[in-house]
């Protein structure tokens, strides 16, 4: 297993500056904020006012009347930017039917609003007052079923619940399964919503910033919740040429670790992390030399950036990667946010722009990172590492890279070791 | 999928909890019997509620009393299988790792609905009274990852932990991504299998959707034949197990007796025609997913000794699988459905299963049948589970033997 390249030829993005990739990138290399008063429930009362909502999409612009009325809207949301991926692939239709096509969405919540709904109608009304077919809607793995309904796909439909991460755990995973020959072409990704449960249950942990994400910076206040859905398509290499299609970035490789520490806070000594990241670049075949930029987890509390500075610290030594956390502008879309980045990571490679980290005003000291700072930058862009910490203690670091900038694929193990143990 | 060995297995189940407790109880393999007593949740106003729940459970039994406050159901019945299956499997003894270490050994485990305990009970608090006053400790809960999050919290596990969620498939597919994982050497060893607790809100949803077992005072006592003849609804039930699979080089350099080997993995997803239906059983996609898992092992269809089957007591599903299997493995074939014994526990369901296959693949006599009859000692099972959305998965399991 492992000697097949895995390429991304297609990316999709539902985002709160932006449908589609083009405009979602250039917002973010313009330093765009999309934070604003939340209008999807009451928040006047609960002490925060402001997520990053995609106010922009209209789930009937991409789904079929019947399509509308299975779905909640983070199904919704990824079965838009799914179409927005295939799209941007060029890939067709015929292409995606069929048992060599698997799709695998993470999430943290899923269908989020559908189970708030049914929740209030029960507490309000009792068993009786839950409308029955509200019910087959909530199910574990929806989000992937949708996409998969659509497109055709008889393969492999998962689900991977990975809290924060979920969008590296998904890509990640998707791409062993074309490395493990179990699938040609995977659908991927992550998708959340902003809803009032988690939106208090934030709150409640003090972890919610009043107005702005601020990422590295010493007078930081905390997160601010996003949503969004952000898709790509891999391909097998194989696959790919013989449709002729143009890769824009490589799956290099990805690692993945636990803290086994505490339930939402990163260790301390970001251990799992630099584990993760080291597995990371061993999956790929490269060192720590190659990397150009990193995208940060970089959520705006000062847990996660000292942990997070410790990770670079530790894997680059002396070398001051730069690096950037979009979440300064998208806020922390939980389960969509790696995979919303590893877009990101794909279009920087692309155009060779680093998205900025803006509202970035006193740097902490203890952070001493190259942080793009308030404007975008342009520099070398052949290797990008996304990194992502989540609930649950889970870390997960994926590695893009430019098509043919990696070694050659052999059988690779994630510890480094080439060829079977 | 490359031959795996199960060196363990850690499981909390209405019939028992721990293997040997676990075994015992298939000795004499029946329909689930209990009081169908409800502990979980107050059912008083549910007059015939009947839930298959793991009786008298008691974590604090296995984990001692501390730091078990703010767990909820799912996370307790959890971290007690993983707890012993991290012993059974002799990776731990007395608590402490003895064999492998905590950044080489990882859990990938099935949940289908996550901690709905935890959820109704925040959103509870938000609706009638205020969402400023949910409790922060518990907010983590509902997140669909928590259980395992903890899983690895209170057993060390730092190599990886994966949350799988495929609704009733979740716990075969883990079997899949596990493989993966190994064959990456992303880890050493895996816990890898399902957990789903009950609580109030799945009870009440599963009714509501008419699926559980009708309100008949007589249901207990129809064999599993019958009730899967007259899809009688099925009986809700909750758990979690956990088998120990590693290669099947470590588990010899261990010396650790194999208790069974994971071998194929086979799934599909084909939805209905039309674009009206979302629920939806798949007779086609059951038989590919068979069919793929037994090519995986390199096996034919004859070798399959006994199906460890999904059959719930749910007509429309039940039948569809029942034939996907009589198209595969011919009509003949012996058939269990371990739901009629342990109850349709869900993302936890093909896990039970798989736990009652190592038993049989150990020699205790496979049931509670719905069809046919197994000729020959038990050397090959195959795991069958329906998805409610026109997805199905299989996996095959074997006797150990030599390599």
Partial sequence: MGATRVLITGVGVVSSI???????????????SGISPVESFDASHLGRQ???????????????????R???????????AARMAIADAG???????????????????????VIASLDHAWIKSGPKGITRALLPKYGSTLLPIHVARAIGAQGMVLTLPAACAAGNYAIGFGADLIRAGRADVVVTGASEIVQELQFSGFVRLAAMAPSRCQPFDLNRQGIIVGEGSGLVILESEEHAVRRGARAQAEVGGYGLSCDAYHITRPHPDASGSIAAMRSALADSGIGPEAVDFVNAHGTGTRANDLA??????????????????VKSMIGHCMGAASALEAVACVMTIETGIYPPTIAYETPDPDCDLDVVANVARTGKADVVLNNSLAFGGYNAVTCFARPGVLPPPVPRRANGAVGHA | MRSRAITGLGIVSTAGIGRESFFRALESPAPFTGTGRVESFDATAYPGCRVAEVPDFDPAKYLGDKGLRTLDRLTKLLVVATRLAMHDAGFKKDGLYVQSSADRVGICCSNAYGSLEAITELDRVATLEDARYINPAKFPNTVANSASGYASIWEDLRALNVAVSDGNCGALDAVACADIFLETGRADALLVGGAEAMSEALYVGFSRLGALEPKVKDVSTLSPRQRASRGAGALLGEGAALLAVEPMELAASRGRRRLADLSGYGTAFLPPDHEGALIHPSPEAMERALADAIADAGLSPADVDVVASGVSGLGAFDRAELAAIERVLGKDVAVAAPKAMLGESLGAGGAMAMAMGVAWLGGLAPGPLVRGTPGRRVRTVAVTSMGFYGNASAVVMQAPRET
């Fill in chain 1, 18 to 32: 932006g449908l589609g990739k083009d405009e979602y990138f250039r917002a973010l290399a313009e330093g765009r």
């Fill in chain 1, 50 to 68: 402001v997520a990053g909502e995609v106010k922009a999409f209209r789930a009937q612009d991409h789904l079929t009347s019947a399509e509308l």
């Fill in chain 1, 70 to 80: 299975h779905t909640g809207r983070c199904s919704a949301m990824t079965l838009a």
């Fill in chain 1, 91 to 113: 890939i067709a239709p015929e292409l995606l039917r069929g048992p060599r096509t698997a799709v695998v969405i993470g999430t943290t919540m899923g269908e989020a609003d």
């Fill in chain 1, 308 to 325: 997070e500075a410790k990770v670079m610290a530790d894997v680059f030594g002396g070398r001051k990667v730069p690096i950037s956390s």
